[in-house]
Nanobody, 116 residues
Framework: QVQLVESGGGLVQAGGSLRLSCAASVNIFSASYMAWHRQAPGKQRELVAI???????DYADSMKGRVTISRDNAKNTLSLEMDSLKPEDTAIYYC??????????WGQGTQVTVSS
């Protein structure tokens, strides 16, 4: 069982920055990959960024150049640095952990609100 706790969300003005963190209850080195997703009101959950066990990263086209995903294996944390935020980035941001055995776990989410 993997428990994930996100933090760092909040209210920010357009153009501002936020850093989200996800603390895992297990050694994240055991993850096949970890990712951040988001879900805006009335919309489907979508992938924001992903980082594999080898350190390869990938980003949603809408976020490229504005976000950086990173993992700290020593601290068992996943982070998402977000810059140049836009009102359309308003959503609940979720941390996701996929084990090497195929089991997936979600955090409870952290709200990000970007005001215009």
């Amino acid at each position: 069982q993997v428990q994930l706790v996100e933090s760092g969300g909040g209210l920010v003005q357009a153009g501002g920055s936020l850093r989200l963190s996800c603390a895992a209850s297990v050694n994240i080195f055991s993850a096949s990959y970890m990712a951040w997703h988001r879900q805006a009101p009335g919309k489907q959950r979508e992938l924001v960024a992903i980082v594999t066990s080898s350190g390869r990263t990938d980003y949603a086209d809408s976020m490229k150049g504005r976000v950086t995903i990173s993992r700290d294996n020593a601290k068992n944390t996943l982070s998402l640095e977000m810059d140049s935020l836009k009102p359309e980035d308003t959503a609940i941001y979720y941390c996701y952990f996929l084990t090497v055995y195929g089991g997936g776990y979600w955090g409870q989410g952290t709200q990000v609100t970007v005001s215009s």
